[in-house]
């Protein structure tokens, strides 16, 4: 009898396309709430993506009670307790996100205590902790990669104890994520590309790791479809509303994908080098997919060659022997990048980055060792293939 | 019309038998860390005093191991002397058996969502490359391919075959000690 089983939950209403966030209003009246305290970063102020969820809002009827904007690239425990208590102040009945991956965790966490109640956010830290509803949540993503508007995770420093705290449950995903092509539309070209090869990474990992199952399948298929369509006409053009929104639900879609079947050793590695040489996340997605591929390459051939369908089209896939398809793949996925330094000098090996030591190394691979992506990678990682990989990124 | 009254008893026979491999697993965690260098080395980056345990939620069979300190492990049956550091639980004594009896292995089970980690998942991981080390060594070649993702390939018979043998010995004596005991 098979041994296949899997689990797939995403309750997230995805509200998306034009004029999504002018549906904001009626969704919070939905839910029988009108009090949102607003969460967001001094760069997304900046950008000026604030204006058109408050217009929306306010010609809606919605007012928005309060606006926290200092969300940091790394957010604390202290931030989210300052958080929580404005939103106590005011009396506020629901919680909107408004930017990247920072602002969202930040944003789940505040949620748990306004929700549980007390101001220790480490008591909630880990699996299964929540056992109830929180408030109210929507998320509007600003960034077209991470996803976190449909992942049950946040993480956040606690800075006193020098450690990051994780915390997984179903109760912090959004009740909606709002993904309107207004907010991405300023992205700048290297963010456009790094976040993109994010959401590229979340897909294909999703396909090719050890908890792939058949509705994953089809949202990554669906999103590496929508991306390698799609980046390089924004990386062209980066007004092309209609593009910037097939990145965007590309992003949310990819999102489903790796959160139902999780992700292996490409964000072993990632995850790693963002901790010791503060490399942003989607960057080194970029540097490692390809390498990672290649070390998994006998394990992953049959998806990773059906993956070139959608990673390059039904020609390419057609006129290439099935026995050469996951090497064609990648080959695609290197020409993207190469496609992307092109345009924006986004690195494709640790050397371009400029921030990289080469005795890191060691470091990055050892603490990528401990990092619980590294469970769903189809291959068993020793140090040594890790270091093996690291040194073919380097380059 | 057999089949029926014979369920309770496999259903039974399935508890015991993880039951035992329980008690097999935890025993052999603390001979593997006394025998391989490269378990302890593994087991060495855990705090000392470090409780792990493996259990079926709710209440079934478990195994509770300590950290001496130095990469050797302690076997403290099925009860923790204090609240455990780490958990590694599986949802059912039915996911327990798939993986028990090699049907299933150890990060298939992780990847199914059959089982639960309640602490810290670098300690986990770390919990389960010395398990998966344990299986390799214990295990004829042959089923170990099916307990772990990948058999080292560098693992040679000769070292497999004294280790497995003095990790079984160190197996059978604690179970001798135990038996004299109660």
Known sequence: ?395 | MLAKPLRPMALQARRLYVELMFQVMGRALQGISEVDQAARDEARELPEGFLFEMMVRPNGPSLVVEHLGGGRFHYHGDNPPRPVDLSIQFKHIAHAFLVVSFQEKTSEAFAHDRMLVDGDISYALRMTRILNRLEVFILPKLVASRAVKEYPANLKLPQKVLSAARIYLKVATQFFDTARAS
Not at chain 1, 290 to 308: H, M
Not at chain 1, 319 to 347: F, G, M, V, W
């Open chain 1, 1 to 395: 009898m098979s041994q296949r089983y899997y689990e797939f939950f995403c309750p997230v209403k995805v509200i998306a396309g034009k004029a999504a966030l002018e549906h904001i209003p009626y969704e919070l009246s939905g839910l029988g709430v009108g009090r949102p305290l607003l969460i967001t970063d001094k760069g997304v102020r900046a950008a000026g993506l604030l204006e058109p969820v408050l217009e929306a809002c306010e010609e809606g009827g919605q007012e928005i009670v309060t606006i926290y904007d200092d969300v940091p690239p790394d957010s604390s425990t202290h931030v989210v307790k300052d958080i929580a208590g404005i939103y106590r102040s005011e009396q506020c009945d629901s919680i909107i996100a408004v930017g990247g991956g920072s602002a969202i965790d930040t944003a789940k966490a505040v949620n748990i205590l306004v929700s549980e109640g007390g101001d220790d956010l480490s008591a909630y830290a880990g699996a299964g902790v929540l056992t109830s509803p929180l408030k109210p949540f929507f998320v509007v993503p600003t960034t077209a990669g991470t996803g976190s508007e449909v992942t049950s995770v946040a993480v956040i420093a606690d800075t006193e104890k020098s450690v990051k705290l994780p915390f997984t449950s179903s109760f912090l995903l959004p009740d909606a994520a709002i993904i309107d092509p207004r907010m991405t539309l300023t992205l700048p070209p290297h963010i456009t590309a790094a976040t993109g090869m994010d959401a590229l990474t979340h897909a294909t990992e999703a396909f090719t790791c050890m908890a792939k199952n058949p509705l994953s399948d089809a949202y990554a298929t669906a999103a590496v479809k929508k991306i390698s369509t799609h980046l390089l006409k924004v990386m062209d053009n980066p007004k092309n509303t209609d593009s910037r929104l097939e990145l965007a639900e590309a992003s949310t879609m990819a999102g489903i994908a790796f959160s139902n079947s999780m992700v292996g050793l490409v964000h072993a590695l990632g995850h790693a080098t963002g901790a010791i040489c503060h490399l942003p996340h989607g960057l080194c997605m970029s540097l490692y997919l390809p390498y990672v591929l290649e070390y998994n390459l006998e394990t992953i051939r049959e998806p990773l060659g059906e993956l070139l369908l959608y990673m390059a089209g039904p020609d390419v896939y057609a006129t290439t022997p099935a026995n050469r398809r996951a090497e064609e793949c990648i080959s695609a996925i290197r020409k993207l990048r190469d496609a992307l330094y092109q345009h924006c000098k986004l690195p494709r090996t640790l050397q371009e980055t400029g921030k990289v030591e080469q005795d890191q190394l060691e470091r990055i691979a050892r603490l990528a060792l401990d990092d619980g992506s590294i469970m769903f990678n189809p291959r068993e990682v020793t140090l040594d293939d890790a270091m093996a990989v690291l040194k073919r990124a380097w380059g």
